[in-house]
Structures are given as structure tokens and as C-alpha cells.
């Protein structure tokens, strides 16, 4: 019947309509059609998997995962909030024999959390029992997060000794999916899904609205970055290559994801957010420059977003694990202290040995450009001094060419008194007088 009343609807309405439509009319004559024509179909083609072996199949996947139709009313609790739900909900159309409970045992070397399967029945958990607008795990109730989870056991086995190790897994996958499916309801979807009552998706997307607005409609909305659809790793990485393998500085990369070029002003940050960060990280930089303290920038950047919130690096996003060493605990996930990752220090010490052979290369330059004064200052000195030779000898050049002249004169002069210069004629000897009278021709 209900599958008539769907054609007829398809048939009454004359034009073409989204299947999303005609389920709402479905779902307003006929409450809660959708959840029990789901849960019959998604019997219907877990048994129809078979696949190679009767592995993986089309639609068939490692056995069926039935949905378990849990109904959206607020349970009844006490005061203290400490009522949980039934470890053991009522199944319905359940149908596992020996061979399929096997193939749906969760261990962390087979079957584990990072398969899309179970992925894929914690989402239809969170589908099957969702009446608050809840965006995250922090805020869910303790009795919601024990509906799903018994809603979650429904569709894999483990064994008894994996049981902490099951819920901690499932709260850590739960926590990223819920949060996963927050942001496509109030980002990407724009439609009421039809599993989840269209108040609670109101909420969801008023609340959103205000979170976006800083707490008030009001507000204006202002940019969270600049990076667009491209990972902040993505840019780290980027940024590495330019800087010839060397990973950038956490405010650097800040800086380039949250800042956008201006007309005739340069790089800006957006949003007070940015500015506040970055203020508080020059702040800190100056001060312990003038206390003559040497502390790595990161460190730095560390002590300016106030350390890790929620196991992430505020501003870093998924390339804060590139700078900082990830919690090995659940209460480091928030964390004050300091621990540079093991690719943040090898880049710290490619960054010093690459500074270290920057200066000693400035050192050798330095030394190569003292030597090269002094040898152009000893060949300035030779060609002084060969310069003020050439000029000795270019004085006595003229010198000895004036004396010549000299000479040509005299000789000259004494030619016209009927003698030669220098004197040819032999002389007497010396007289007591000392000196000679010409010898008589």
C-alpha cells in the first residue's frame, strides 16, 4: 500500500517532482512509513550480498545491517540525569546465523573502526535516535550516547575482553562522524533529511547561524581564513617546497591561511580572531626578545593560541600534528604543554645546519673579500712604486738630455774661439803653478 501511495503521488502530481518531496507526503499521511520501508529494505539487500564466496557483494556488504526504528521521544530521567537505556533494545528483523555473526566480529587486525561499514552503522545510529540538535559529542547527553552505542551492537559483535577498547573506538569514531554530519546539515544539505524531525533541524541551523555571528543574529559574519577548499597541511607543505624543504614557522603558516592581499595597504588579517592571535604572538616574541630569552617560534605560537583545544592546534587545523607531538592520551587532548613533533624538530635542525653553513659561507665570503682588498692594496703599492720608478728614470732621461744639450753648446762655443771642447791639444806638464801652458805647434 505504501508503495502504491508513493506512485500515486508521482502520478497525482502532473509534473516532476524531487523523490525527497513525495516522501514528505508519504511521511505526513502515513507517520513513520519512511523508517519501517527503510528497515524492510535494507533486509531485503543485506540478504541479497553475496559477492564472491558470499563476501562482499552488490548491496550485500559483510552481512546486513539492520536499523533498529528507536523512537525520537525524550526519554524519562531522573534529576541526576544518570537513567541509561537498556543495554539490550528490542530487535526487530534481525536474522544473523553462525556465519555472518563471524564476519561481523570486530577486531582491530580484521574488522575495525576505519572500515566504511562500520562507519556507515554508527551514521545510522545517530539516524535512528536523534532528537536534540545536537552538533558535537560534548554536548550529547549520556543517555543518547548509550542509545546509539546499544543501536551500534545491534550490527557487530566483539569479543568480551575488547569491550573497553570497542566503546573507546566507537566514541573517538562517533565524536568525528557527528561532528562530520553537523557540518553537512547546516553547510551543505539546505534540506530537512527525512530522519532527523524538521524542529530539531531548525535549531540546528539557527544555532549555527549564531556560533557563525559570535552568539547573536545580530553580528556581522566575519571570515574564519583564507585558504579556501586547500588543507592547512596542504599549505604547509607548499610553503615547505618554496622554502627549499624546510618547514615553515606555525605563524607563518597562520599568517599566509588568514590574511589576504588588499589594494594599496598589502597583506591583511580577517577577522578580529587573526588579529588577536598574531597580536598576541608579536607580544610574546618582543618580550622575550628584550629579556634576552631564545625561544623557537613555535613554542611561541604554542603559548599564543593557548595550547591544544579538543586535541587540535587553534589556527594549525590538520597540520598542527606537523609542529606539535599528538596527545597520547585522552586528557593530553587539551593540553598546555609543549612538545615539538618529531618532523618539526628534524626541520628545526635542517633550519639550523642550513643557518650554520649560511654563516660560515658568509664567513668565508667575508675572508675571500679581506684577502682580495688586501692583495688589490699590495698591487696598489707596486704600482706606486712602479710608477714613481718610470718617473725617476723619466727625470733622468731628461736630465742626461739636457746635459747633452749642454755639451753641444759648449762645444759649439769654444769651436768659435780656435779650440774644441773638449780640449784636443796636447797641454806642457804642470809648472809650480799647476798649470800647463799649450804646447807650441
Same mark, same amino acid.
Given at each position: 500500500?505504501?508503495?502504491?501511495?508513493?506512485?500515486?503521488?508521482?502520478?497525482?502530481?502532473?509534473?516532476?517532482?524531487?523523490?525527497?518531496?513525495?516522501?514528505?507526503?508519504?511521511?505526513?499521511?502515513?507517520?513513520?512509513?519512511?523508517?519501517?520501508?527503510?528497515?524492510?529494505?535494507?533486509?531485503?539487500?543485506?540478504?541479497?550480498?553475496?559477492?564472491?564466496?558470499?563476501?562482499?557483494?552488490?548491496?550485500?556488504?559483510?552481512?546486513?545491517?539492520?536499523?533498529?526504528?528507536?523512537?525520537?521521544?525524550?526519554?524519562?530521567?531522573?534529576?541526576?540525569?544518570?537513567?541509561?537505556?537498556?543495554?539490550?533494545?528490542?530487535?526487530?528483523?534481525?536474522?544473523?546465523?553462525?556465519?555472518?555473526?563471524?564476519?561481523?566480529?570486530?577486531?582491530?587486525?580484521?574488522?575495525?573502526?576505519?572500515?566504511?561499514?562500520?562507519?556507515?552503522?554508527?551514521?545510522?545510529?545517530?539516524?535512528?535516535?536523534?532528537?536534540?540538535?545536537?552538533?558535537?559529542?560534548?554536548?550529547?547527553?549520556?543517555?543518547?550516547?548509550?542509545?546509539?552505542?546499544?543501536?551500534?551492537?545491534?550490527?557487530?559483535?566483539?569479543?568480551?575482553?575488547?569491550?573497553?577498547?570497542?566503546?573507546?573506538?566507537?566514541?573517538?569514531?562517533?565524536?568525528?562522524?557527528?561532528?562530520?554530519?553537523?557540518?553537512?546539515?547546516?553547510?551543505?544539505?539546505?534540506?530537512?533529511?527525512?530522519?532527523?524531525?524538521?524542529?530539531?533541524?531548525?535549531?540546528?541551523?539557527?544555532?549555527?547561524?549564531?556560533?557563525?555571528?559570535?552568539?547573536? #543574529? @545580530?553580528?556581522?559574519? $566575519?571570515?574564519?581564513?583564507? =585558504?579556501?577548499?586547500?588543507?592547512?597541511? /596542504?599549505?604547509?607543505?607548499?610553503? %615547505?617546497?618554496?622554502?627549499?624543504?624546510?618547514?615553515?614557522?606555525?605563524?607563518?603558516?597562520?599568517?599566509?591561511?588568514?590574511?589576504?592581499?588588499?589594494?594599496?595597504?598589502?597583506?591583511?588579517?580577517?577577522?578580529?580572531?587573526?588579529?588577536?592571535?598574531?597580536?598576541?604572538?608579536?607580544?610574546?616574541?618582543?618580550?622575550?626578545?628584550?629579556?634576552?630569552?631564545?625561544?623557537?617560534?613555535?613554542?611561541?605560537?604554542?603559548?599564543?593560541?593557548?595550547?591544544?583545544?579538543?586535541?587540535?592546534?587553534?589556527?594549525?587545523?590538520?597540520?598542527?600534528?606537523?609542529?606539535?607531538?599528538?596527545?597520547?592520551?585522552?586528557?593530553?587532548?587539551?593540553?598546555?604543554?609543549?612538545?615539538?613533533?618529531?618532523?618539526?624538530? #628534524? @626541520?628545526?635542525?635542517? $633550519?639550523?645546519?642550513?643557518? =650554520?653553513?649560511?654563516?660560515?659561507?658568509? /664567513?668565508?665570503?667575508?675572508?675571500? %673579500?679581506?684577502?682580495?682588498?688586501?692583495?688589490?692594496?699590495?698591487?696598489?703599492?707596486?704600482?706606486?712604486?712602479?710608477?714613481?720608478?718610470?718617473?725617476?728614470?723619466?727625470?733622468?732621461?731628461?736630465?742626461?738630455?739636457?746635459?747633452?744639450?749642454?755639451?753641444?753648446?759648449?762645444?759649439?762655443?769654444?769651436?768659435?774661439?780656435?779650440?774644441?771642447?773638449?780640449?784636443?791639444?796636447?797641454?806642457?806638464?804642470?809648472?809650480?803653478?799647476?798649470?800647463?801652458?799649450?804646447?807650441?805647434?
Amino acid at each position: 500500500m505504501l508503495h502504491r501511495k508513493f506512485e500515486e503521488h508521482i502520478i497525482q502530481s502532473g509534473r516532476h517532482i524531487g523523490v525527497d518531496e513525495v516522501w514528505r507526503k508519504c511521511e505526513a499521511e502515513f507517520p513513520g512509513w519512511f523508517k519501517t520501508h527503510m528497515s524492510c529494505t535494507r533486509g531485503r539487500r543485506g540478504s541479497r550480498g553475496g559477492g564472491r564466496g558470499g563476501g562482499r557483494g552488490r548491496g550485500g556488504g559483510r552481512g546486513q545491517i539492520t536499523p533498529f526504528v528507536a523512537n525520537h521521544s525524550s526519554p524519562n530521567s531522573d534529576e541526576d540525569g544518570d537513567d541509561e537505556p537498556n543495554e539490550q533494545p528490542q530487535q526487530t528483523n534481525v536474522n544473523m546465523d553462525a556465519s555472518c555473526s563471524r564476519t561481523n566480529e570486530l577486531h582491530p587486525d580484521t574488522l575495525w573502526f576505519d572500515d566504511s561499514d562500520v562507519t556507515r552503522a554508527i551514521t545510522l545510529s545517530f539516524q535512528q535516535y536523534f532528537n536534540e540538535p545536537w552538533r558535537n559529542w560534548t554536548e550529547t547527553d549520556k543517555y543518547t550516547r548509550q542509545q546509539w552505542f546499544n543501536l551500534f551492537k545491534r550490527s557487530f559483535t566483539w569479543r568480551p575482553e575488547l569491550e573497553a577498547l570497542v566503546r573507546r573506538s566507537f566514541a573517538i569514531k562517533a565524536a568525528k562522524r557527528l561532528k562530520d554530519m553537523h557540518y553537512d546539515l547546516t553547510t551543505k544539505r539546505g534540506v530537512c533529511p527525512l530522519w532527523m524531525p524538521e524542529d530539531v533541524y531548525e535549531q540546528l541551523l539557527k544555532r549555527s547561524k549564531k556560533n557563525k555571528r559570535g552568539g547573536s #543574529l @545580530s553580528n556581522k559574519v $566575519e571570515p574564519g581564513h583564507c =585558504q579556501g577548499s586547500v588543507s592547512t597541511n /596542504e599549505y604547509a607543505k607548499r610553503m %615547505a617546497k618554496e622554502n627549499g624543504g624546510i618547514l615553515p614557522k606555525a605563524a607563518d603558516v597562520y599568517l599566509r591561511t588568514h590574511s589576504k592581499e588588499e589594494p594599496g595597504k598589502g597583506k591583511q588579517l580577517v577577522g578580529s580572531k587573526a588579529k588577536q592571535v598574531m597580536g598576541e604572538y608579536d607580544k610574546k616574541m618582543a618580550e622575550y626578545k628584550d629579556k634576552g630569552i631564545d625561544k623557537y617560534p613555535n613554542e611561541v605560537y604554542f603559548e599564543a593560541v593557548g595550547g591544544r583545544k579538543k586535541g587540535l592546534i587553534p589556527g594549525l587545523g590538520s597540520a598542527g600534528d606537523l609542529y606539535y607531538e599528538k596527545p597520547s592520551s585522552r586528557a593530553d587532548k587539551s593540553s598546555n604543554t609543549y612538545t615539538p613533533s618529531l618532523l618539526s624538530q #628534524l @626541520s628545526a635542525r635542517l $633550519e639550523q645546519s642550513q643557518q =650554520q653553513h649560511e654563516s660560515e659561507r658568509a /664567513e668565508w665570503e667575508r675572508q675571500r %673579500a679581506e684577502w682580495e682588498r688586501e692583495r688589490l692594496e699590495v698591487e696598489k703599492e707596486r704600482y706606486q712604486k712602479e710608477q714613481a720608478q718610470q718617473e725617476e728614470v723619466r727625470k733622468i732621461s731628461e736630465y742626461l738630455v739636457e746635459m747633452q744639450k749642454t755639451m753641444q753648446g759648449y762645444s759649439q762655443m769654444f769651436s768659435q774661439c780656435g779650440g774644441s771642447f773638449p780640449f784636443t791639444h796636447p797641454r806642457d806638464p804642470p809648472d809650480s803653478t799647476g798649470v800647463g801652458a799649450p804646447c807650441a805647434s
